[in-house]
């Protein structure tokens, strides 16, 4: 093996494979694989020159420098044997298989994409990375979740297409499924389109034309669909569900806000939809009972319903609250089991498009729940205590009071109002029966139909009009109404 060379002076840049060396050296012989050593730093030799008539000759190293910038420093050029240059060799491919495989395992962890590395053979092997496998498995459940959404929805609408179809089978059409915008399931009573004049009422002096219940801003609908349940508790939402025992102790702000968030064309039952069932009763000459008296009809108390506090019906402690729709068929609005259950009796119930103000009566025209409560009309209409509770064209005192709903007289000045006999506010002759409570001092909203605590007093034409908006009381409940 040849002696080692030292080097006086040579200078190399970092990254760079050329070495300057000064100082005469002829390394026209160095050898392909020996050694550059600049103290602990070393490099592979590829090879040298003879030196230039300025006595300065170069090393070509196999690889860039990888040290720091050198000048004028010592150096020595190391010979190696066979056996070691084919060391240094299997090392610098081991190193460089090392840093390839080094970069492949980073990307491997970070990179979503494929990599293929070689193995020492040379072979090639092309694998997902980590992230790709973690976004496939994601996207695989996604579409798991999304096929499992999708199949279930389909059927809860098969599911709910035939709970409406046998609903309405059973019925011949009278009832209908509604599901709500809250998915709630509602059963409702569809009362098709009619005319004052062929009620055959003409006692109580209607008119003639389509019922207020069945206008919209003058426009006709061909039926109007109402809950046949007062308003229970389903879903974090409100339902009309039979079995249930009502929602109660909300404020006529808050049953009205129930009544609409279960989506479009619901809407808090009016008060032209509550006279257009009163007339349908009277109609059918059906006098409809309900609970009147602690969990029983005050008038046939044979007819039962389950009480919410688990006491006997007529047992006068407690909360006498029942179940809706658990009644016999009397306690349908026209005594048929597709009508409209618990009008009479149980809670009263909230109804909107009425009120009054110091006596006043304000109201829709027609069945129009989009109108604003600021542009309701103001009607030239008046409970007045005059000589007792009467209907006058203003007011002249206050009272608090309350009598036979149809028994209401009017003073002479009163101005006979169609729409009021239509809303069920003048009575041209005895109809149905309820007792109408008022308090004409300020802002009242109306309440219908009675509590099961009150006896002979609840009644179709049962009107309360005692108690402001905001109160809420666990005696009054309200039902919801649909357009389709």
């Not at 040298?48 to 050198?70: F, K, Q, Y």
């Not at 306690?331 to 006043?360: A, R």
């Not at 149809?406 to 009575?427: C, D, P, W």
């Amino acid at each position: 093996m040849a002696a080692w060379l030292y080097l006086t002076s040579v200078s190399v840049t970092n990254g760079s494979v050329t070495v300057s060396v000064a100082g005469a050296h002829d390394l026209s012989f160095v050898e392909a694989g020996w050694s550059f050593d600049i103290g602990t730093a070393r490099a592979e030799i590829s090879s040298g020159t003879a030196p230039d008539d300025s006595g300065n000759s170069t090393l070509t190293l196999a690889r860039p420098w990888v040290g720091a910038n050198i000048t004028g420093q010592e150096a020595q050029i190391v010979p190696t044997s066979g056996a070691l240059r084919a060391a240094i060799v299997a090392m610098n491919d081991t190193n460089d298989y090392a840093i390839v495989t080094h970069k492949t395992l980073t990307e491997i962890t970070t990179l979503d994409k494929d990599v293929t590395i070689k193995d020492p053979t040379g072979e090639e092997h092309t694998f997902a990375t980590m992230p790709k496998i973690a976004r496939e498995v994601t996207e695989q459940r996604t579409a798991l979740a999304s096929d499992y959404a999708t199949k279930t929805a389909s059927l809860t609408i098969s599911a709910t297409m035939g709970y409406r179809n046998a609903v309405e089978k059973a019925s011949g059409g009278r009832e209908t499924l509604i599901t709500d915008a809250q998915g709630n399931d509602n059963i409702m009573c569809v009362i098709p389109r009619m005319n004052y004049e062929d009620l055959g009422l003409s006692a109580l002096n209607l008119g003639t034309g389509t019922m207020t219940a069945f206008l919209t801003d003058g426009v006709p609908r061909s039926e109007v669909l109402i809950s046949k349940y007062i308003n229970s508790t389903v879903g974090g939402g409100v339902a009309s569900v039979g079995g249930n025992y009502p929602r109660v102790s909300v404020n006529f702000d808050t049953a009205k806000s129930l009544s609409t968030n279960k989506g479009a064309g619901w809407h808090l039952m009016s008060q032209h939809e509550w006279e257009l069932l009163r007339f349908l009763g009277l109609v059918a000459g059906h006098a409809p009972r309900g609970n009147t008296n602690w969990g029983r009809a005050h008038d046939a108390r044979f007819e039962v319903a389950t009480r919410i506090d688990g006491r006997a019906a007529g047992d006068t402690a407690g909360d006498g609250k029942t179940k809706v729709g658990q009644g016999p068929l009397s306690w349908m609005h026209d005594g048929s089991p597709y009508g409209v259950c618990d009008l009479v009796g149980n809670v009263w119930e909230w109804v909107d498009q009425f009120k009054i103000v110091d006596g006043q009566i304000i109201c829709t025209l027609d069945n129009d729940p989009s109108i604003a409560e600021a542009n309701w009309i103001a009607q030239a209409a008046f409970y007045d205590n005059s000589g007792g509770l009467k209907l006058s064209n203003s007011r002249t005192a206050t009272t608090s009071t309350n009598l036979e709903a149809t028994s209401i007289q009017k003073t002479a000045t009163y101005v006979a109002n169609e729409l009021m006999r239509r809303l069920g506010i003048e009575h041209d002759g005895p109809s149905s029966t309820g007792r109408l409570y008022v308090n004409n001092d300020g802002e009242r909203l109306p309440l219908r139909g009675g509590g099961w605590y009150i006896g002979a007093d609840a009644g179709p034409a049962a009107l309360n009009l005692s108690y402001p908006r905001s109160d809420s009381y666990s005696r009054v409940g309200f039902r919801s109404a649909f357009f389709a």
